[in-house]
């Protein structure tokens, strides 16, 4: 079986949900949202020219920082919005926190192959931190709207 439909189901999610959620901040907060928004994209072209190894920790650190801040909104807006409304921007918060590791991952295999360089160090210590923290923050989130939901927030 072909594994091409599942890196384009991947990719496909990954910009869905990333559009949307940059809709719905840059209307909110167009500052705010282009901050929240702009870095992990960086990251992303980044990691395509350079490769994941390319990209500077520092860099790394605010795009996982900033992937907080789209928790933060959600915890906003929770006595705001409607319960249905909350659940879908879960639901978007989740599908877009799960592709961004797998995005990092195709765009540094892409950076490979194009620059031939079998014999390049892996940089599966920063994908792994990446999957970590993303894996801790849609468990922060799940765990916040529960308790929301049975405490009554």
């Not at 960086?42 to 490769?51: H, I, T």
């Not at 790394?60 to 249905?84: E, K, N, T, W, Y």
């Not at 797998?102 to 765009?107: D, G, H, K, N, S």
Request: net charge neutral.
């Amino acid at each position: 079986m072909d594994d091409t439909w599942p890196r384009l189901l991947g990719s496909a999610l990954f910009w869905v949900s990333t559009a949307l959620l940059a809709v719905v901040l840059l209307i909110e907060d167009p500052v705010f949202g282009s901050f929240v928004v702009g870095i992990p994209l960086l990251v992303v072209v980044l990691v395509r020219e350079r490769g994941l190894a390319g990209v500077s920790s520092g860099l790394l650190g605010a795009a996982i920082g900033s992937s907080l801040m789209f928790s933060a909104f959600l915890g906003q807006h929770r006595g705001v919005s409607g319960d249905g409304l909350l659940i879908a921007g879960f639901v978007v918060l989740v599908i877009w926190v799960s592709t961004y590791p797998v995005m990092l991952r195709q765009m540094d295999r892409q950076h490979l192959r194009e620059r031939r360089e079998d014999a390049a160090p892996p940089a599966t210590a920063r994908l792994l931190v990446v999957r970590v923290w993303m894996a801790l923050l849609a468990a922060a989130v799940l765990a916040a709207t529960l308790a929301g939901g049975l405490i009554g927030f």
